[in-house]
Nanobody
């Protein structure tokens, strides 16, 4: 099973930016779906963005236009560029992967990922 390690979290003021990284322990050669999720304090985990092995992306409404998901397959790394951060973006951020995925059209925030990283904390102050 591929191991995922997130990094890049931290504290930033409202309006600032952060870039999260998620590095996989192995090169993935099959169709896959990867995603970013977050869990705000006292709330349930929620989807943020997904990307599949073809490079197709999806975003949930709260982050559209502010966050960008991308990947560097040569480095086995997934990224989340977060701009115009708001206090409500404060959360533990997790990456997840499904490899192989039976069909790429399944790759979206509601997919039931089972392979998760440990998370990285993002705190946005007003």
């Amino acid at each position: 099973q591929v191991q995922l390690v997130e990094s890049g979290g931290g504290s930033v003021q409202s309006g600032g930016s952060l870039r999260l990284s998620c590095t996989a322990s192995a090169n993935i050669t099959v169709n896959y779906c990867m995603g970013w999720f977050r869990q705000p304090p006292g709330k349930q985990r929620e989807g943020v963005a997904t990307i599949d092995s073809d490079g197709s992306t999806s975003y949930t409404d709260p982050v559209k236009g502010r966050f960008t998901i991308s990947q560097d397959r040569a480095k086995n790394t997934l990224y989340l560029q977060m701009d115009s951060l708001k206090p409500e973006d404060t959360a533990m951020y997790y990456c997840a992967i499904e490899a192989p995925i039976s069909a790429l059209w399944l790759c979206e925030a509601g997919y039931r990922f089972v392979n998760w990283g440990q998370g990285t904390q993002v705190t946005v102050s007003s």
